[in-house]
């Protein structure tokens, strides 16, 4: 059996926009992938390590713990022998605490979080995962609960894909663009609910297959 480490934010965890309920493991895209790689006769296991307000590198100012790099080189640790790391970040870099970045400085977070990665304390013979990198949905005008702790989000963020696209590349690793098949909702602007969750997870099984499978 492979094993898969999702590594995200409220995106992933599935929260239901503008509330604070939770889909179910087989409604969010880690299950829909698992769930379609098993299908396809390749036994996977898929591990979430999704945080509500995570960032790549940045604090929030009211919750602890929300840098993506802390602890994340322990996490690989933890879960070796790895054979695919995903990450799906960014979207909180975007908060109204964050009023200077922009999608370049999300996607050095991203590098950051990459070579956090490969340095991990893993067992003498594990394997280094190769990591997919994917750009989340564009942000859309921020709507409800949220709107404030989002505003200007849906300027600041433009040009994310290409950004994150140029530091995959340089970096050796897998890209895939969440905007290609999917919005979010517009509900909150920021979210995906159970449609745009089964879109995004049935678009990531053939890509998420050829890495484990290569080929």
Known sequence: MQHILVYGDSLTWGIIPD?????????RWPGIVERG????????????????????????????GRNGREGLAQKIEMHSPLSLVILMLGV????????HNDAWASSQGIAVLVNEIRKAPIEPGMPVPPILVISPPKVLTPKGTIAEKFRGANERSLGLAKAYAKV????????????AVTDCSPVDGIHLDAERHAKLGAALIGPVQKILTGT
Do not use: M, Y
Request: with cysteine; net charge negative.
């Open 19 to 27: 509330t604070r309920k939770r889909l179910s493991f087989d409604e």
């Open 37 to 64: 790689l098993i299908g396809s006769g390749l036994p996977v296991r898929v591990i979430e390590d999704c945080l509500n307000g995570r960032r790549t590198v940045w604090e929030d100012p009211f919750k602890p």
């Open 92 to 99: 909180n870099d975007f908060q109204f605490c964050h009023p």
């Open 168 to 179: 995959a590349a340089e970096l050796g690793c897998e890209f895939f663009d969440a905007a």
